[in-house]
Nanobody, 124 residues
Framework: QVQLVESGGGLVQTGGSLGLSCAASGRSFSTYGVGWFRQAPGQERVVVGALSWNGGHTYYADSVKGRFTISRDNTKNTMYLQMNGLKPEETAVYYC?????????????????WGQGTQVTVSS
């Protein structure tokens, strides 16, 4: 069993930056693929970025390429999402997720664990 706890959300102005962290419990986290998702009010939860177990493979949604960076530190059981150039439409609750497979995935149904989410609000 893995528990995930996000932190780092908050209020930022358009064009600003914010870094999210996700601390995981459980010894198997370092062998899992992980991802960051976001869900705006009234919308589905969608993938922002994903990372394989060792960081060797990454995926970014087209809308965030070049601005967001997903990373992980398996020695600390922690994953990160650095967000730059934030836009008002990216206001959402951001979730970290993990799956019991080493490869990354871009579909939410392929993940087995997720955190409670952290709110990111981008003001215009």
């Amino acid at each position: 069993q893995v528990q995930l706890v996000e932190s780092g959300g908050g209020l930022v102005q358009t064009g600003g930056s914010l870094g999210l962290s996700c601390a995981a419990s459980g010894r198997s986290f370092s062998t899992y693929g992980v991802g960051w998702f976001r869900q705006a009010p009234g919308q589905e939860r969608v993938v922002v970025g994903a990372l394989s177990w060792n960081g060797g493979h990454t995926y970014y949604a087209d809308s965030v390429k070049g601005r967001f960076t997903i990373s992980r530190d398996n020695t600390k059981n922690t994953m990160y999402l650095q967000m730059n150039g934030l836009k008002p439409e990216e206001t959402a609750v951001y979730y970290c997720e993990a799956r019991r497979e080493p490869s990354l995935a871009t579909v939410r149904g392929d993940y087995d664990y997720w955190g409670q989410g952290t709110q990111v609000t981008v003001s215009s």
